[in-house]
Nanobody, 119 residues
Framework: QVLLVESGGGLVQAGGSLRLSCAAS????????MGWFRRAPGKEREFVGA????????HYADSVKGRFTISRDSAKNTVYLQMNSLKLGDTAVYYC????????????WGQGTQVTVSS
């Protein structure tokens, strides 16, 4: 069983930055692709971005491309989401998830961390 715990959310003004962390335990973190998702109030959950198990490749939703960066530190079993130039529309609960087989199917999910962007 893999446990994922997000942290780093909070309140930030538009244009500001936050870095979210997702700490993993109980599995083979270094072999998992990892993804970030978000759910805004009243909306469906949406994909934000993902990183391969090696960290050698990332891809992002168009809405965050150029502003958000995903990285990972396998020594710390942690994946990060650096969010810059935050917009009001980035307000959401952010979740990390683990994809064990690189199949884009995420078997394990964290509990989420709230990000609120204010004007």
């Amino acid at each position: 069983q893999v446990l994922l715990v997000e942290s780093g959310g909070g309140l930030v003004q538009a244009g500001g930055s936050l870095r979210l962390s997702c700490a993993a335990s109980g599995g083979t973190f270094s072999s998992y692709a990892m993804g970030w998702f978000r759910r805004a109030p009243g909306k469906e959950r949406e994909f934000v971005g993902a990183i391969t198990w090696s960290g050698g490749s990332t891809h992002y939703a168009d809405s965050v491309k150029g502003r958000f960066t995903i990285s990972r530190d396998s020594a710390k079993n942690t994946v990060y989401l650096q969010m810059n130039s935050l917009k009001l529309g980035d307000t959401a609960v952010y979740y990390c998830a683990a994809d064990r087989y690189g199949s884009h199917e995420y078997e394990y999910w964290g509990q989420g961390t709230q990000v609120t962007v204010s004007s």
